[in-house]
């Protein structure tokens, strides 16, 4: 039962572009929601997160929209950069619950 | 900058022998967890702990599994009698609030074989 989805499991885009993530949810419970990059042998890193109350999160170059109605979330990063590459995973949590991660998406910034 | 550390970085043991993999969550989080990840899957969760005492675990983690906070920095996972099936990456976690985001240490590379 896949309760978080990451139905695109690589992509490719050109270093200065948009990069756009993409995750899908089925528990209407989720009332937080995170991205993290992973790179090769090592832990996740924590990206951007946005709560269940707002549909817009922005840091930097890392912007987070969340639709609520569609059970659906995405990751833009722009300008995308080499070092960007990585696996990008999206995770959803309900309170103190733990995190319910989806299967990531490899993502590969080419110069 | 303050991060979750693990040890050791790869451990390769035999089947049916006993593991402890260990972790130093960030020094004022008060809820630690474990997660593992399989080679081509996705990061599961295993157990979370606050206060002591497990909070919450998943199907994964049956009785050849326990944790411990034995002194006020480490947080350990026990593995008492490997299997095969459990090589995989272990992530250790902590947040300073439950319900807000979890930092990740470097995971430990469980080899069983």
């Known amino acids: 039962d896949q309760q978080v989805k990451q139905n695109s499991p690589s992509l490719s885009v050109q270093e200065g572009r948009i990069s756009i993530l993409n995750c899908d949810y089925t528990n209407s419970m989720f009332d937080y929601f995170l991205w993290y990059k992973k790179y090769p042998a090592e832990g996740p890193t924590f990206l951007i997160s946005?709560?269940?109350?707002?549909d817009k999160n922005e840091d930097g170059r890392f912007t987070v929209f969340l639709n609520k109605s569609a059970k659906h979330l995405s990751l833009h990063i722009v300008p995308s950069q080499p070092g960007d590459s990585a696996v990008y995973f999206c995770?959803?949590?309900?309170?103190?619950?733990?995190?319910?991660f989806g299967k990531g998406t490899r993502l590969s910034v080419i110069a | 900058e303050p991060e979750v550390t693990q040890t050791p970085s790869h451990q390769v043991t035999q089947m049916g022998q006993e593991v402890i993999l260990r972790c130093v969550p960030i020094s004022n989080h008060l809820y630690f967890y474990w997660y593992r990840q399989i080679l081509g899957q996705k990061v599961e969760f295993l157990v979370s702990?606050?206060?002591?005492?497990?909070?919450?675990k998943s199907e994964i983690f049956d009785d050849q599994f326990s944790v411990e906070r034995p002194d006020g920095s480490n947080f350990t996972l026990k593995i008492r009698s490997t299997k095969l099936e459990d090589s995989a990456m272990y992530f250790c976690?902590?947040?300073?609030?439950?319900?807000?985001?979890?930092?990740f240490g470097p995971g430990t590379r469980l080899t069983v074989t």
């Open positions: 946005i709560s269940s109350i707002k």
């Open positions: 976690a902590s947040s300073s609030q439950g319900i807000y985001e979890q930092y």
């Open positions: 995770a959803a949590k309900s309170g103190n619950t733990p995190l319910v």
């Open positions: 702990f606050y206060n002591n005492e497990i909070s919450e």
